[in-house]
């Protein structure tokens, strides 16, 4: 890994990164609210930029606003790691992420403009799981524990580990799928159900593997107590979110507790996808692959 460490470079992706968090809870709040066809055109609201911001507007538009700001700083990002970064796989993948990020854009106005028909709010909401995982990836890339010189663990057992932690993260990512299903109303809840007892199974496989082969590495066993606590919490905020769609089924509108609740359940499921897209990285960085010889980094100064 011997490619330097820009810290300005990095603080921004971070920022990037924790800005699509904002966007996530956003875009929940306008399904949580049954906001989603508040604005019936796209890409303007209204067929201006400045609608008036009442009701199921306020979410919307609010949502597009976050959108498109997160936009801009994709490609600023990208700009900035085409301007620094001698690694021109990194470059190439700042564009994929701009590139990623217009194509969510289309899809989210193609949801407005098939009226949520043909599982495209499914889809919509599947794809930005992706892209906050892309996104996530710029901001290790460019930390200085990535560009760092790191000493190389052995891999020694039946499945190797990263075949265990992508597959941990596929998991993962098919279970974000259920639950958008059943979210947006194209499917029952017990896909759901059962593929959180899957991923539960998954996540302890995973973790109980690191621990076996990796307990002296510093990094994995974070990673694993990472997916302990992450998949555990979550279940318990499905457990919640659910209970609390049941009790206020019969209301005339979405109560603020299951407002709350569904959008930490949801917002909370990304960050766990994002746990195991991390695992997955520290795997690639830490164990060189099997039948590959590391060749350990330079250590590199920061540049600001």
């Not at 701009?98 to 106005?109: E, F, H, K, M, P």
Request: proline content about 5%; overall charge positive; charged content about 10%.
């Amino acid at each position: 890994m011997n490619a330097l460490y820009y810290r300005g470079v990095h603080r921004f992706a971070v920022f990037v990164f924790f800005w699509t968090i904002l966007l996530l809870v956003a875009g929940a709040l306008v399904t949580s609210n049954e906001a989603a066809l508040s604005v019936p055109d796209w890409p303007t609201s209204y067929g201006t930029l400045t609608p008036p911001m009442v009701g199921g507007i306020v979410y919307e538009h609010s949502h597009r606003v976050i959108a498109g700001v997160l936009g801009i700083l994709l490609i600023v990002e990208a700009i900035v790691i085409w301007l620094r970064e001698e690694r021109r796989w990194l470059r190439l993948f700042a564009l994929a992420a701009v590139g990623g990020v217009v194509a969510q854009a289309i899809l989210g106005g193609e949801v407005v403009i098939k009226l949520l028909h043909y599982w495209l709010p499914v889809l919509h909401a599947c794809f930005a799981e992706i892209m906050f995982g892309a996104i996530l990836c710029l901001a290790v890339f460019t930390s200085k524990w990535w560009t760092d010189s790191h000493e190389m663990l052995e891999d020694r057992g039946g499945i190797s580990i990263h075949s265990l932690a992508i597959l941990n993260a596929v998991v993962m990512f098919i279970q974000v799928f259920l639950g958008a299903g059943f979210r947006h109303q194209y499917a029952p809840i017990w896909p759901h159900i059962v593929g959180a007892f899957v991923v539960l199974g998954v996540m302890i496989w995973t973790a109980t593997v690191l621990r076996r082969r990796f307990d002296s590495s510093r990094e994995l066993t974070f990673g694993r107590t990472l997916l302990h606590s992450m998949v555990g919490t979550q279940i318990l905020l499905g457990g919640a979110a659910y209970w609390s769609r049941l009790v206020t089924q019969d209301a005339p509108q979405p109560m603020p507790a299951m407002v709350v609740l569904t959008v930490v359940h949801t917002v909370f499921g990304a960050l766990v996808f994002a746990s195991s897209i991390l695992v997955v990285l520290m795997c690639y960085r830490l164990v060189p692959r099997r039948g590959t010889v590391a060749v350990p980094p330079r250590p590199q100064a920061a540049i600001e």
